[in-house]
């Protein structure tokens, strides 16, 4: 879900004023995944050619006559998109950060026995789970995995191998 600025310019627009470097300003305070909601007095179709050729989808929603409601949002890039059919929504979410080792480790290994080979699992940890990896190339299984934010919760996301699969390097 893309996080919304609101930035509304229509009375500027109605005042006879030209708010582009406002909203062009705007644009680029952007963090990474943001995006606005414009409002505006007209269908502003020149500003969405621009900010389409910055990497901006928009979907435009007429409210009234002189009331625009235009949400930009970041497209998804290539390598996003091949990235997200590269691995696929996880078909299990595991929270085990209360576990004490070796449990964490044991619990996920067992959930990739049962899973097929391409499915994705999720799991929260709260540490990096470095005998955990060892296991996972042992056994043919993909993963990435980082510390979230507070640097004190490991994510990690394995893709289930089957041994055969692994075996015919697929």
């Not at 930009?72 to 929504?89: D, H, I, S």
């Not at 789970?129 to 919760?153: A, I, S």
């Amino acid at each position: 879900m893309v996080k919304l600025r609101e930035l509304d310019v229509r009375q500027i627009l109605r005042d006879g004023g030209m708010p582009f470097q406002l909203i062009m300003d705007t644009f680029a305070s952007l963090q990474p995944g943001e995006g606005v909601r414009l409002h505006a007095i007209f269908e502003p179709k020149p500003l969405m050619r621009q900010l389409a050729d910055r990497g901006f989808e928009h979907t435009a929603r007429r409210l009234a006559d002189d009331d625009w409601e235009i949400d930009f949002v970041p497209a998804p890039t290539q390598e996003k998109a091949e990235l997200e059919a590269l691995w696929p929504e996880p078909v299990w979410n595991l929270d085990l950060t209360d576990l004490p080792p070796p449990e964490p480790m044991e619990r996920i290994l067992a959930r990739l026995e049962m899973m097929e080979s391409g499915e994705v699992m999720f799991a929260l940890l709260n540490r990096e789970p470095v005998f955990l990896l060892n296991e996972l190339k042992e056994r043919g299984h993909e993963w990435v995995g980082n510390f979230d934010e507070t640097g004190k919760v490991y994510r990690i996301m394995i893709r289930a191998t089957t041994s055969e699969s692994a075996r015919a390097g697929t």
